[in-house]
């Protein structure tokens, strides 16, 4: 069934999906990774595609920006859609100095300025943090391919242009780049039991100042995205080794 932002059909979608911000990014990928790939997406131009790779059926689809957005498209995507495993994509700014422009960076946990756990009356502060097999698999696949990458701590702001350089308290605590989405994607993934994980590339660096152009933003971050995709074929794989043993 459709959602007032998805028109999707039951079964349109696989277990596992690719989550980058910009939509076009998402038709990046389909046309140039996927096959035999089928379009369920364009409510808002919030474009969504499904095919397969090395053989495992994913899917892709943008989410927009902001804890708000991917809020809503994680939300339907787990509740009405099934899906099980939820990659985000995309772009970071770095904190630290060492990061370099494109490096990986992958989300242990994510920090926040928003007020989007609110929502569960909690009586405490709750950490938002990545599925582990997600991770290890993602972290592995870097490895082997001898990408540099860094595991840790991401901050997912509500402001892209904010007053002051309040970055430098988040540094502090360790955090090694902002972001903007992947606090609420693990907290609607805790909240429903399914898996999730947030994998970057550097887009600029806040030390140095050094940044990327919007075009290799959008299409530059192959290594990133070739991470992300193995990623989810191995687990697609592992849950239908799975279902298929149960």
Known sequence: MSTPHNAANPGDIAETILLPGDPLRAKFIADTYLEDVVQFNAVRNMLGYTGTYCGARLSVMGTGMGCPSIGIYTYELIHFFGVKNLIRIGSCGAMREELQLGEIVMAIAASTDSNYAHQYQLPGTFSAA?????LKTAEEIAAERGLPHTVG???????FYGEG???RIWEKMGTLAVEMESFALYCNAARAGVRALGIFSVSDNLVTRQELSAQQRQTGFTSMMEVALETACRISRQAARETGSA
């Open 130 to 134: 990545a599925s582990y097999d997600l």
């Open 153 to 159: 701590t991401v901050l997912s702001s509500d402001l």
């Open 165 to 167: 350089e309040t970055w």
